[in-house]
T-cell receptor
Framework: GDSVTQMEGPVTLSEEAFLTINCTYT??????LFWYVQYPGEGLQLLLK?????DKGSNKGFEATYRKETTSFHLEKGSVQVSDSAVYFC????????????FGKGTMLLVSP | NAGVTQTPKFQVLKTGQSMTLQCAQD?????MSWYRQDPGMGLRLIHY???????DQGEVPNGYNVSRSTTEDFPLRLLSAAPSQTSVYFC????????????FGSGTRLTVV
């Protein structure tokens, strides 16, 4: 079945540091890929997405590129802020009529001033 | 425009009690789903629905019941609560998951004692 593997956290960075959160996936079809963010005490918000190979999703300074050859969708940001502290989830959705989401376990990011 | 509304936000149950978690959407989306979030486990799919009158099981359906009589509402029922059902529950909707992404409710934190 489908699966998503993320690097374990917490990831602890100082403000303005470079961020990478690794995500790899296994899928039988040709999935769409997503990054969701969850701030403390809140639900999940869609951060960015990519629907085909070599697509780059971007939002709020975050970027991720759909790499079919390495089955990866790593999240990057050039300069993190304290307000980026949250849990980040990588997820995929297969190309099927039901469109269910398969999530990774999440990576907590802690940014200190 | 509220999007996805979940009630209640918090609930404490005794083992064996029953309750219904409510999810309502005003986005007129066909697809609705329930996830549970547990530490170190990410989000796991409980049940989903692709339209009124149609439901199906996800990864962890045991102990939960659903029905979908309208487009707007997708309640999740716990018939006899167990401590293993202590979790945070999220409802998610989409009009076209593979491309559009999902909108999540703010969650219900359930504790079973």
């Amino acid at each position: 079945g489908d699966s998503v593997t993320q690097m374990e956290g917490p990831v602890t960075l100082s403000e303005e540091a470079f961020l990478t959160i690794n995500c790899t996936y296994t899928a039988t079809g040709y999935p769409s890929l997503f990054w969701y963010v969850q701030y403390p005490g809140e639900g999940l918000q869609l951060l960015l997405k990519a629907t085909k190979a070599d697509d780059k999703g971007s939002n709020k300074g975050f970027e991720a590129t759909y790499r079919k050859e390495t089955t990866s969708f790593h999240l990057e940001k050039g300069s993190v802020q304290v307000s980026d502290s949250a849990v980040y989830f990588c997820a995929l959705s297969e190309d099927s009529g039901y469109s269910t989401l398969t999530f990774g376990k999440g990576t907590m990011l802690l940014v200190s001033p | 425009n509220a999007g996805v509304t979940q009630t209640p936000k918090f609930q404490v149950l005794k083992t064996g009690q029953s309750m219904t978690l409510q999810c309502a959407q005003d986005m007129n989306h066909e697809y609705m789903s329930w996830y549970r979030q547990d530490p170190g486990m990410g989000l796991r799919l409980i049940h989903y629905s692709v339209g009124a009158g149609i439901t199906d099981q996800g990864e962890v359906p045991n102990g939960y019941n659903v029905s979908r009589s309208t487009t707007e509402d997708f309640p999740l029922r716990l018939l006899s609560a167990a401590p293993s059902q202590t979790s945070v529950y999220f409802c998610a909707v989409t009009g076209g998951g593979r491309v559009a992404g999902y909108t999540f409710g703010s969650g219900t934190r359930l504790t079973v004692v």
